[in-house]
């Protein structure tokens, strides 16, 4: 059974900064992807950024510019980075990772106050 565990998260103003982690249990180039994730109250599960095993970002036009996804080889850890936050990003962010099926973290709350 694959374990995701997530770190970082919190309380920050509109316009800070906050980053993410995220340690899998197994070696992070075993998955087809991993990705970040977020849900807000009332809301949908929806996908933040996505990192394909050959390294290839993809994000939701909502954070294009202001987030970064990154993985640490070394520390076998998956990052977002987080920019210019806004109050609409106040969710729990989960991290994600893929391998014939999906594997979720715990997730981590992260809140933006205006």
């Known amino acids: 059974q694959v374990q995701l565990v997530e770190s970082g998260g919190g309380l920050v103003q509109t316009g800070g900064s906050l980053s993410l982690s995220c340690e899998p249990s197994r070696n992070i180039y075993s998955f087809d992807h991993m990705g970040w994730y977020r849900q807000a109250p009332g809301k949908q599960r929806e996908v933040v950024a996505t990192?394909?095993?050959?390294?290839?970002?993809v994000y939701a036009d909502a954070v294009k510019g202001r987030f970064t996804i990154s993985r640490n080889n070394a520390k076998n850890t998956l990052h977002l980075h987080m920019n210019t936050l806004k109050p609409e990003d106040t969710a729990v962010y989960y991290c994600n990772a893929y391998s014939r099926v999906n594997y979720w973290g715990q997730g981590t709350q992260v809140t933006v106050s205006s």
């Open positions: 990192l394909t095993a050959s390294g290839l970002p």
